[in-house]
């Protein structure tokens, strides 16, 4: 059995264990921190110039075993990502635990390609650094995000927590998209988990009051409200109640929506609200709310943007457009990057079998059908979470180290 040394050093007061080997290739005595969240930590490491590794993201996740959904989450991610490979998806480098075995498992580490601030973050600075986004700027970042969507829906793969923060751009435009801990599997036969995703940018079909199946359209409801943001430099639906906001935007919520909500002082709270409301011009919102450099090109865009915006902001998901036709869209068609389809499909942990899809009379493409485990059938909190660490487990050992 094979002996692997380790090398600790700190991430804003939290301490990460590496690989000796894997150390050899970065700057350990000046890493940066680049966020914490509910799940983990993610510092930045610079390559160190002999390498020829890029910079990297190096996440720790936070206590993964303490609950079973936390478990879940990080097996996910490491599932999904060591099977995707697109231009415009965060890239997995190595995966590893300093643990010596599947029972003793409590510190996971995920190591990505590093791809620029989040999103979120360089809209905050636009101001301060002087460095200003155009309208062309978000048009060409929408073309790529939307191109990666494209890429995980061909897989029947839904992000579920689109955001700002969880979007890179590179100082080139290079967009990446990052953080599929809630990613999953679109499942027409049985429900998903509602709550997935962070309220401002959800939409109201996975909210657990809602008793409806939801598809691939739910990730074009945060579409549109990033696009928003990337304008105005603020959260569209930020409030107490990001649906109220919502309402008085987007107008009322309709009947066919209303009627799958389950509870019934949420429904008929919706209900009032809706009697107030009708849709603004979200245009004239844009126009008054955007920042003063992109005035002129919305002026001039006016009934793209409008139109975008309202195939997107749509409650009743059914009223919402796909990715490839957003990606049709005249708002965006100038980016010419219509379906590239230059991606490797996802892998099938379960079986080989397939499916053919033709996109508008082009060459077929093979898509290998990408299974889940959203349903786990056990009782016991303990049990199901040592369910999930030997799952992770056997998942790390199938991830090459590429610093041998």
């Known amino acids: 059995m094979e002996i692997i040394e380790y090398k600790s050093f700190k991430i804003h007061q939290n301490t990460f264990h590496v690989p000796h080997s894997v150390v050899a290739h970065f700057n350990i005595e000046r890493p940066l921190f680049l966020g914490k969240g509910g799940y983990g930590v993610v510092g930045h490491l610079n390559t160190v110039q002999s390498t020829r590794f890029p910079d990297i993201a190096l996440k720790k996740f ?106 890179a751009v590179k100082p080139n435009g290079k967009l990446t998209l990052l953080d599929f801990g809630l990613a999953r599997v679109i499942d027409t036969d049985r429900d998903m988990t509602r709550n997935a995703g962070t309220l401002f940018y959800q939409s109201i079909e996975t909210i657990p009051e809602c008793n409806c199946r939801y598809d691939e359209r739910a990730d074009m409801w945060s579409v549109g409200a990033i696009l928003c943001e990337m304008i105005t430099g603020s959260i569209l639906f930020e409030d107490r109640n990001p649906f109220v906001k919502a309402i008085q935007i987007c107008g ?15 429904r008929e709270y919706l209900e009032i609200m809706s009697e107030k409301s009708k849709r603004i ?16 090109e919305l002026k001039n865009d006016r009934k793209n943007i409008k139109s975008f915006l309202d195939l997107t902001l749509q409650f009743d998901k ?56 959203e349903e786990i059938m056990i009782d016991n909190n303990e049990e199901e979470i040592n369910y999930w660490r030997e799952c992770i487990w056997k998942q790390l050992k199938t991830i090459p180290n590429p610093f041998k």
């Open 281 to 296: 011009n979200i245009v004239d919102h844009l126009e008054k709310n955007g920042r003063r450099w992109i005035k002129k």
């Open 62 to 167: 936070d206590n993964a075993f303490r609950k079973p959904k936390r478990a879940q989450r990080c097996y996910r991610e490491l599932q999904l990502l060591s099977r995707i490979q697109h231009e415009n998806i965060v890239k997995l480098i190595y995966a590893f635990s300093p643990d010596p075995s599947f029972k003793t498992l409590e510190n996971v580490y995920l190591m990505t390609e590093y791809a620029g601030e989040n999103l979120a973050a360089l809209i905050r600075k636009e101001t301060l650094t002087n460095h200003f986004y155009y309208l062309k700027d978000f048009k060409s970042m929408l073309t790529q995000l939307l191109t990666a969507l494209q890429f995980l829906n061909s897989s029947k793969v839904i992000h579920r927590d689109l955001k700002p923060q969880n979007i």
């Open 252 to 266: 009322p919520v309709g009947n066919k929506v209303l009627c799958q909500i389950n509870n019934q002082d949420f």
């Open 318 to 373: 059914t009223e919402r457009m796909t990715v490839n036709e957003a990606l049709l869209h005249p708002f965006l068609r100038e980016e010419g990057r219509i379906p590239l389809w230059n991606c490797i499909p996802l892998a099938n942990s379960q079986n080989d079998q397939s499916e053919k899809y033709e996109i508008d009379g082009e060459e077929k493409r093979e898509i290998i059908e990408f299974s889940d485990e």
